[in-house]
């Protein structure tokens, strides 16, 4: 008698946060491992940063709100669904938050954009704002703050607070990679903002690089050092 075959190995899915959502297709995994490589020049990871940024825009829009208009197709009238409501605000943290800017504005190209800049103070190692230009109404738009990376969240965290002072309510944060530490933080400040990345990965160093990570995300697509 042939042995009942044995069950195949439970596979435990590792563990996400229910505010962050790692989106793990393969084509923005498959990317994200060409821009991580080390010898990955400046014009392949500013083409990569563009084309998996239109892929993270699909899923951190999921949610956008959909109404219905008659309209005329060759056939007959239909009942369709088009977005809903003012358009939405991309907020894009200087300067590595500009890269991701252009794939999404591909998708969704009468986004508003706004622009923040903070640097973080020897002293304190607070950040401080230096430059906030962001669109009206936020209060009424969903509002995606974009910036590479999450690291330890802090800079993340203040400028969700600056748009939440401004009125935004509805907020979502879209970055690249993920440190552990950053997504503890926003968690802890903005439990009420979803993150959407590409990848979680391990760490933070002692100077603040994602671990393995990709190096400083702004140098890299500026080619600058
Ligand atoms: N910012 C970067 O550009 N890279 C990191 O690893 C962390 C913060």
Sequence with gaps: MTPAPSSPPQQTAPFTPPHLTIVDHPLVQHKLTLMRERDTSTAVFRQLLREISVLLAYEVTRELELTRITIQTPIC??????LEGKKLALISILRAGNGLLDGILELIPAARVGFLGLYRDPETLQPVQYYAKVPSE???????VVDPMLATGNSSAAAVQLLKDKGARNIRFLCLLAAPEGVARMREAHPDVPIVTAALDERLDA???????????????????
């Design 77 to 82: 009238e239909m009942q369709a669904p088009v």
């Design 138 to 144: 936020l209060d009424a738009r969903m509002v995606i």
């Design 207 to 225: 100077h603040g690089y994602i671990v393995p990570g990709l190096g400083d995300a702004g140098d890299r697509m500026f080619g600058t050092r």
